[in-house]
Structures are given as C-alpha cells and as structure tokens.
C-alpha cells in the first residue's frame, strides 16, 4: 500500500473512531491531544503524511482500537499486544467528595452519566442523612461531602444534564424502615429525607431518572460511567477506573442491564417515596 492509499485508509477509519465517540469534534481532539485546527487537518487530506507516532498511539489507547486496524495494516479492531487496555488503581478514594469524581463530572458535562450508588443517590440525601452515614469520619469530610452534594444537585439542574441511577428498591424501603446503617437514624430525620428525595425526584424529572431493582434477582457492584470517558468502580478505598471504550461499552451494556429488570421506572418513583414517606 503507498503512502497516498495508506492515509486515506487512515482518514477512514479516524472517521469511524469519531462517529463511534459521538462527541463534539473539540472534545475528540482533547482526548488525543491535540488542538481542533491540527485534528482538522489530519481529517482534510491535503497531506499524505500519517500523523506522529504519538498521535497514533493516543488514539488507540483512548478509543480502544489497534495500531494496524487504525494504519490498514489489519482489518481486526481488537488491541494488539503493544497497547494493553487501559486499566488502573485510584488509591485513597474518600467518597462522594473526592475531587476526582468532581472533575470527572465536569469532563463527562454534556454527556449521559450512568450511576450505581453504594448507599443512596448522593445529591440527594439531606444534611442529616450525610452527617449520620460519615459519623466517624473527621469533621472536615464530613463538611467536604455536603459542599459537594449541593455542588452535584447543581450540576443535575444544568439543562445539559442527562443521568441515569440504578440502585435496589430494597434500600429504600430498608431506609424508610431504618434498618442496617440506618438503625440509629431518628425516624423525623428519615421521614424528612424521604420527604426531600421525593421533592428532588419530581423536580429533577425527566433529565435525572432513578430506576429501582430488585436485588433478589440482580447485584451491581457501585460504580459511575462518566459518558464515553471513563468508567469507575467503587471500592471502598479506592477506584477502578477504566477509559478504554471496550470496556466502557460492556459497563454500559451491564447499567442497561439493571434498568431493563427496574420493577419501579423514573416516573413511578417519587410517587413510590412519598408512599414510604407517609408509612415511616
């Protein structure tokens, strides 16, 4: 193949790396590293030149596809052995607050997010709610989470917004009836948090929906899909974090999973809260 037909096999398949991403052109080209003027010129084929070395390989590993595919020299998109998946450890996760996350949140912007909570919805919770569940935790977090759950509920009022929430119909009704962590949770506390979720969920709807599982038939680990980008798991102390689009597209296909067996879908739920609300 010469070098003219080996960069318009590259323009090609550049296109379909594109297409698939279904960001905006500016925030493709960030993801590579490079500024829109320079990805428009790789796309406009005045040039017969491949991009850099460099430039290839930010594309495979952002996107999940490999060096020969994206050259022509291969007709499989499946990673080589030069470009493992991109896969780490975030140590020292600190919950809902965590910078991180916060920044995450701000890349994903635009984007669908897809959550699956480790307690309930952060940014809906109250005060009380927040300063119960972190009770052991120094005062400083503690302040730290609440900030950022009116700096969430903010961001889920921006009209771009687009998020989705699975979490099992058992927690709530677990809450409502303060079982587990919420024991020692006085019943006027969960009575105003219910009361609060409801408003939220009302007001929130429809670019904010919350679909309840039963975990009798389904288990999903916490975890966030922040669109395209990334993908964390949640561990504890720490994240899984994987940006490669392969994986990301099994999480995703995972989520849909959870939402095809909700036995209690967006527009049910607030009126399902307020029915708790008054049986606490």
Not at 8 to 22: A, I, N, T, W
Not at 61 to 67: F, K, N
Not at 162 to 182: H, I, K, N, S, Y
Request: hydrophobic content about 40%.
């Amino acid at each position: 193949m010469d070098k003219r037909d080996l960069g318009s096999v590259f323009r090609d398949r550049l296109g379909e790396v594109m297409r698939r991403y279904g960001g905006p052109q500016s925030r493709f080209a960030e993801s590579i590293g490079l500024d829109r003027s320079a990805l428009s010129q790789l796309l406009s084929g005045k040039t017969v030149r491949l991009p850099r070395a460099e430039t290839l390989v930010a594309i495979a590993e952002a996107h999940g596809v490999s060096l020969d595919w994206l050259m022509g020299v291969s007709q499989s998109e499946r990673l080589a052995a030069e470009i493992a998946p991109h896969l780490a450890l975030e140590l020292g996760a600190s919950g809902p607050d965590d910078s991180r996350l916060q920044e995450w949140r701000r890349e994903a912007a635009g984007y669908k997010i897809r959550h699956v909570p480790a307690t309930l919805p952060d940014l809906l919770r109250t005060e009380a709610v927040i300063r119960h569940e972190l009770g052991r935790e120094p005062q400083q977090r503690v302040e730290a989470s609440i900030a950022d759950a009116d700096r969430y509920l903010a961001y889920t009022r921006r009209p771009e917004t687009d998020m989705e929430v699975c979490m099992p119909v058992q927690r709530l009704t677990g809450f409502a009836r303060g079982e587990g962590m919420w024991a020692t949770l006085d019943r006027e506390v969960r009575h105003e948090q219910l009361a609060h979720m409801a408003r939220l969920l009302e007001e929130l709807y429809p670019t904010f929906r919350l679909f309840l599982y039963d975990a009798r038939r389904t288990f999903s680990a916490p975890i966030t899909i922040f669109g395209p980008m990334r993908a964390a798991i949640y561990l504890g102390d720490m994240y899984l974090v994987l940006t490669t689009t392969e994986h990301i597209r099994v999480l995703i296909d995972r989520f849909d999973g959870l939402i095809r067996q909700a036995v209690i879908n967006p527009h049910e739920v607030a009126a399902r809260v307020s029915r708790l609300t008054d049986e606490v």
